[in-house]
């Protein structure tokens, strides 16, 4: 007879170095489901289960963290150093999680993210407290996350998609080799079949190890989940709130840390935040040349640069693309190509980063588009002392108690609404209003310079000189 067919595997996906791939590729998705399973299944226990979407709680809870809570005894007392979740007092219906720094003494409670530099403005009432935080899930929220903030197709969501995807084929690589017999060769030789075993075995791996090796590899994907679960017990564990695995934080929008150059959340994309709502101007202030601001908002608003500002510097957020412009105090603005009939109900925000001590306007609602209108309201202006200050109808006004010409990037957004004025910084409201009266005339939305003669708290410039990134302007109560 003619010699006989070697079926073979090839060497891919047969001998250790594939048994060792594939254990590591079951081992990995091991863990997720790990993970995963950790995320979810306390919720069929009555717990709350939340997806981190802000760094107000680094550097012990990340953006994309899942945060696992467990309700509270409506007897319990709050204590100082708890991280609890609640339903936060400045935007009702939007979950928050920070530290309790202060019990009062009718049982509401001061709230602080580990990050920021003061206490949440609004107490938290006690029957708002919805759980107290006992366990944190690294990553498993991230892909919520990027959809969440419309990055869904972005590079580094398509990459963890498609390494994932690796994984999952790469957990099925490897296969045993095909037994080859011949009977027909020396049956009796000895040294003959152990030949042939071998040459039927392209693993490489023997008889006798490879059950044992299987065995033992294949329990890798059970112990690394629990070995993980271990290692982040016994290196996190939240002071206050017993024996958990690890730290704790939720599904919200509140302040972030910053640096002079980059808004340390990285998660956060200062463009695409605002688009989510609607916007009627949306100016990303990428522009490398020209005069003209670009709108992203869908409404053709753009603004026209004044004065000749610096164009492509450095951004607010790390993980966005484009630039941002630099305002010289002297006469330099962006203005609206758009008039409006002036809104009763609108939001305006923007990112900004500056040392000055001479004030000047950030954003505001004018008549003209020259120098300044005769006609000005709704504004958010810097103060001498570097405090924010948000104004309207008859100079009304709010005011921030901390500084920001620190020179890091600062979000700061005021809003007018049927519930009065807020002046948010950070993420976090630093004061209110119950005025809802404005002026009402036809005009324009500017940024960096405009009237502010006999407001209070008046700079000695009404240019503002700094950095200013992401402006947007809305029509409607965003916060």
Not at 79 to 102: F, K, M, N
Not at 247 to 265: E, L
Not at 315 to 338: E, K, N, P, W, Y
Request: aromatic share 8%; charged share 15%.
């Amino acid at each position: 007879m003619g010699s006989p067919v070697l079926l073979t595997l090839g060497p891919a996906r047969t001998g250790w170095c594939a048994l060792l791939v594939t254990t590591a590729a079951r081992a990995v998705l091991a863990v997720l489901a790990g993970l995963v399973v950790w995320s979810v299944l306390p919720v069929a226990l009555g717990w709350h289960s939340t997806v981190t979407v802000s760094g107000s709680m680094l550097p012990r809870i990340e953006p994309s963290d899942v945060v696992v809570s467990a309700p509270l005894d409506p007897g319990t007392d709050l204590r100082a150093g708890w991280i609890v979740l609640v339903d936060s007092p400045a935007q009702p219906g939007t979950l928050l999680v920070h530290r309790v720094v202060e019990v009062r003494e009718d049982g509401s409670a001061i709230t602080r993210g580990d990050a920021n530099a003061e206490p949440d403005s609004d107490p938290v009432a006690r029957e708002d407290v919805l759980g107290l935080a006992r366990l944190r899930v690294p990553y498993v929220g991230r892909p919520f996350l990027w959809w969440h903030d419309g990055h869904a197709l972005t590079p580094g969501a398509l990459g963890t998609g498609l390494g994932l995807l690796l994984v999952v084929l790469l957990a099925e690589w490897y296969r045993q080799g095909p037994e080859e017999w011949d009977d027909q060769h020396d049956q009796d030789d000895r040294a003959d079949r152990a030949g042939r075993a071998a040459a039927a075995d392209p693993t490489g791996v023997p008889d006798r190890l490879r059950g044992p090796a299987v065995g033992v590899l294949s329990l890798l994907p059970v112990l690394l989940p629990v070995a993980l679960a271990l290692l982040l017990g016994a290196s996190a564990v939240l002071p206050g709130a017993g024996a958990v695995l690890a730290p704790a934080s939720a599904a919200y929008r509140s302040t972030t840390s910053t640096s002079p150059y980059s808004a340390t959340a990285a998660w956060y994309s200062c463009q695409r935040a605002p688009l989510a709502h609607g916007p009627v101007l949306a100016w990303r202030l990428d522009e490398t040349g020209g005069t003209t601001a670009a709108d992203a908002s869908g409404t053709g608003n753009t603004g026209t640069y004044h004065g000749g500002p610096a164009l492509a510097q450095g951004r607010a957020c790390g993980t966005d693309t484009g630039t941002s412009v630099r305002l010289d105090g002297i006469d330099d603005f962006v203005v609206s190509t758009t008039a409006y009939t002036a809104p009763s109900v609108y939001t305006v925000e923007l990112w900004f980063s500056t040392t000055t001590t001479s004030g000047g306007k950030l954003i505001g609602f004018e008549s003209g588009t020259t120098a300044w209108g005769w006609s000005y309201d709704r504004m958010v202006y810097m103060r001498n002392d570097g405090r924010l200050v948000c104004g309207a109808g008859p100079s009304i006004t709010i005011a921030s108690s901390a500084a920001y010409n620190d020179g890091a990037w600062h979000h700061v957004a005021a809003t007018m609404s049927a519930a009065g004025m807020r002046l948010y910084v950070d993420g976090a409201q630093v004061g209110s209003s119950t005025n809802t009266v404005s002026q009402s005339f036809s005009g324009y939305w500017r940024i960096g310079s405009g009237g502010l003669s006999g407001w209070p708290g008046t700079p000695s410039s009404e240019k503002f000189a700094g950095y200013v990134d992401d402006v947007a302007g809305h029509h409607a109560a965003r916060y």
